[in-house]
C-alpha cells in the first residue's frame, strides 16, 4: 500500500474509537432505548463492534485483502503457544480474588459465568465476542497500517518490546500508587499486582520475539497511543482511574504489535486479546451504554 492510503485508512479507524464512543453516548441520550438487560447488552454489542471492527472490516473488504490486512500473517497453529499470554490476566485475577477472600468460582460466576436467564446468557456471550472480535480486528489493522504508513524509524523489536512495554507500567504503577491513597479505596494493593501482570505478560512475549529483528517506533507507538486514547474516559468521572486502565490497554498493545511484527509469531496475539477481554469484563464492565 502507499504511505498515504495506508495513513487514511489508520486516521479512520482510529477515529471511529476514539470518538465513535462519545458520539454513541450522546445519541443514546437523546433516541429512547427499550428497557430490560437483555435488549443493553446487544445494543451495547452491536455499538461495540459498530466503534472498533466495523470500519477496518469495510477497508479490508474495500481493499481486497485477507488476514494479512489484520496482522494474521502466520500460521495458525501459533496461537497455541500464545496460552502462554493468556497467564498473567488470569494469575492476578486469581490473585486478587485470594487476596480480598474471595472466592474465584463466585468472582467468575457473577459476570462471566452462565446466569439463570439463557436468553441473557447467550447475549452476553455476544457482547464478549463482538468486543474479542472488534478489538482483533481494530489494532490487528492499526498495527499493519502504522507499519506501512508512517516514517520508518527503525528499532529492534526486543529493544521496542522492553523499553516501551515496561515504561508503560513503570507509569501505570505511578498512577496506582496515587489511586492506592485515596481513602476510600479497597483493594489496594490489586494496582500493584495489576501492574505486575504487565511486566509478566511483557517478559514472556519476550521469548517470542527474534533479538535481530526490528519494527519502527510507530508500528509500536501509535496503536498504543489509540488504545489510550480510547480507553481514557475522560467525562467518566474518575478521571485517574480510568487514566490507569488505559495505561495498562496500551501496554497490553505494544505487547500486541511486536507480537504482530514477527509475522510468524502474530497469532499468538488471539489467547492474549481473550483472555484480555475476560479481564477488563471483570475489573471494568460496561463499554458503551
Not at 238 to 261: K, P, Q, W
Amino acid at each position: 500500500m502507499s504511505p498515504e492510503d495506508a495513513r487514511s485508512d489508520f486516521i479512520l479507524a482510529a477515529a471511529a474509537v476514539m470518538f465513535g464512543r462519545l458520539v454513541l453516548r450522546l445519541l443514546f441520550q437523546v433516541l429512547p432505548l427499550p428497557d430490560g438487560l437483555v435488549a443493553a447488552t446487544l445494543i451495547d454489542a452491536v455499538a461495540l463492534f459498530a466503534v472498533t471492527g466495523l470500519v477496518p472490516l469495510l477497508l479490508l473488504r474495500y481493499r481486497k485483502q485477507g488476514p494479512s490486512g489484520y496482522g494474521l500473517e502466520g500460521p495458525a497453529a501459533s496461537a497455541s503457544p500464545g496460552l502462554l499470554l493468556a497467564l498473567p490476566f488470569f494469575a492476578v485475577w486469581v490473585i486478587s480474588a485470594w487476596a480480598a477472600h474471595e472466592s474465584t468460582a463466585v468472582t467468575f460466576a457473577g459476570r462471566l459465568a452462565p446466569q439463570p436467564d439463557v436468553v441473557l446468557t447467550v447475549v452476553s456471550y455476544i457482547h464478549r465476542f463482538a468486543e474479542f472480535a472488534g478489538l482483533l480486528l481494530l489494532f490487528g489493522f492499526l498495527i499493519v497500517r502504522a507499519r506501512d504508513g508512517f516514517r520508518r524509524n527503525d528499532v529492534r523489536q526486543l529493544e521496542a518490546l522492553r523499553s516501551y512495554g515496561i515504561a508503560a507500567a513503570a507509569i501505570a504503577l505511578v498512577l496506582g500508587l496515587l489511586l492506592m491513597l485515596a481513602p476510600d479505596q479497597p483493594n489496594r494493593w490489586n494496582f500493584v499486582l495489576q501492574v505486575a501482570g504487565l511486566v509478566a505478560l511483557v517478559l514472556l512475549a519476550d521469548r517470542f520475539v527474534e533479538t535481530k529483528a526490528t519494527t519502527t517506533r510507530a508500528t509500536v507507538l501509535a496503536p498504543a497511543f489509540v488504545a489510550l486514547l480510547a480507553r481514557w474516559d475522560i467525562f467518566g468521572g474518575n478521571f485517574l482511574l480510568s487514566l490507569y486502565i488505559a495505561v495498562l490497554a496500551a501496554g497490553a498493545v505494544i505487547v500486541m504489535a511486536v507480537l504482530v511484527e514477527t509475522r510468524t509469531r502474530s497469532w499468538t496475539i488471539v489467547p492474549m486479546l481473550a483472555a484480555s477481554v475476560i479481564w477488563f469484563a471483570l475489573f471494568s464492565p460496561g463499554v458503551i451504554v
